[in-house]
Each structure stands twice: as structure tokens, then as C-alpha cells.
């Protein structure tokens, strides 16, 4: 996991940034407080926030879902870009995490758009599915542990609608996956789940080397 893009020189990253980060404050606080802390690595780079915005205001989204919250930056971005109605259903296991993605969703005026459910995502997945909630989001981020992505995204992609836009993170998994001398479990799966999404025609998709490397899964 990396907390800026890979493959950038540090001046070349930092002039990227100078001429395209707009983040808000309460964002910059976040996130500067998340890198303080013992695993703040699984932090999303900053330009990648940006960019998860920029989308779900592409799509017109309403109603999004995100798989792995850790202290709620991904969360924060996408709420603000979302309209005064908009929802978020989001899925974490630790309220050692959320309790602090939950102070800054409140002090930024916007936790009343999201649904935390602090449970194992799968058990929140199949309970939306079995609650008639299928194809009726917008847009899915998936940002959890890497053993599950292949479950995560089989749910995702029942619970988004047709054009519907599902973003996966970590699918470069810091040069990892191109390491064929790298064989731990996780990185093997998410190398299998790379593959698998190369080849399925239920979506249109592209691989974006953006951060830890972001996959774009659009369902046809």
C-alpha cells in the first residue's frame, strides 16, 4: 500500500499535486492525523480522494457504497461530492477506525449521508441484497481486505445498477503483482482477481495507474 502515487519522482509528485490537489482542510486534517498513526500506510493517496469525487459527480451518483473505511477519508470525499440527498452505505469492521472517521464526518457537517455499518462487509452485502436493494446504487468502492476482493466485487456488481461505476483499490499492490518471485497469498489473489476482471465481459474497464493503482469497473 502506498499514500501517493507509485512510480513518481518526489518533485515530479509533488508538482502533480501543486497543480491539481484542491482538498478541503477538514480532508488535510484527516489525513494528516491518519498518517500519525500505526497502520496510517492504508491511507488513500490524496489525488486519488480527488478523483473518487470527480467521478461520483460524473455519474450523478446518489447512492454509493464503500467496502473498508479505516478512518474515513474515501468516505469524507465522496460525501461532499455527493448532492444534499445523497447516501452512502459504508461497510467496516473496526470502531477503533471509525471512531475517528466519525469526528470528522460530523465536524464537516456530513455524517447524516452515511450509513455505517460496522459489521463484516460481506454479512452488510448479502443482507442489501436480501433487503431488495440490488441495482440500486450508483457507484462502489471497494478498499478492504485484499482475500475477499473477488466477494466483494461479485456483491458489488449485483447491488450497482447497469452504468453503474464499482472503483477497486490496491490492484498494483506497491509492484507486487508484476514480482513473480512475490507469492503470498494476497498478492496471488489479487493477481487472480486482476485477471479475472481483464476478461469479464459483464463490465467495461480500465486499470488506472493512479496511487496503489485504482481498477474502474463500469457494468454494462
Known amino acids: 500500500m502506498t499514500t ?3 512510480g513518481l519522482e518526489q ?5 502533480l499535486l501543486s497543480i491539481s490537489l484542491r482538498e478541503p482542510e477538514i480532508l488535510t486534517q484527516l489525513r494528516q492525523e491518519t498518517a500519525q498513526h500505526p497502520v496510517g500506510r492504508m491511507q488513500i493517496a490524496p489525488e486519488q480522494g480527488q478523483f ?3 467521478l461520483v459527480q460524473l455519474l450523478g451518483a446518489k447512492k454509493t457504497l464503500e467496502i473498508g473505511v ?7 470525499v465522496v ?3 455527493l448532492p444534499k440527498n445523497g447516501k452512502i452505505v459504508a461497510c467496516e469492521i473496526s470502531e477503533e477506525f471509525t471512531a475517528i472517521a466519525r469526528r470528522y464526518w460530523q465536524q464537516a457537517g456530513v455524517a447524516n449521508k ?5 459489521a463484516p462487509a460481506l454479512d452488510t ?3 442489501l441484497l436480501a433487503t431488495g436493494e440490488a441495482e440500486t446504487f450508483d457507484f462502489a468502492f471497494i478498499d ?11 456483491r458489488s456488481l449485483q447491488l450497482v445498477r447497469p452504468g453503474g461505476l464499482i472503483a477497486i483499490d490496491n490492484v498494483l499492490w506497491s509492484g507486487r503483482v508484476a514480482n513473480p518471485q512475490v507469492q503470498d497469498n494476497r498478492t496471488k489473489r489479487i493477481r487472480a482477481f486482476n485477471q479475472k476482471l481483464h476478461q469479464d465481459e459483464r463490465v467495461s474497464l480500465s486499470v488506472i495507474a493512479i496511487a496503489d493503482g485504482l481498477t474502474l469497473a463500469l457494468k454494462k
Open 4 to 6: 501517493q502515487t507509485l
Open 11 to 15: 518533485n515530479l509528485y509533488d508538482y
Open 52 to 54: 473518487l469525487g470527480l
Open 70 to 76: 479505516f478512518t474515513g477519508y474515501s468516505a469524507l
Open 79 to 81: 460525501a461532499l461530492a
Open 114 to 118: 452515511i450509513q455505517l455499518h460496522i
Open 125 to 127: 452485502l448479502d443482507w
Open 144 to 154: 478492504a481486505d485484499k482475500s475477499n476482493y473477488d466477494a466483494y466485487y461479485e
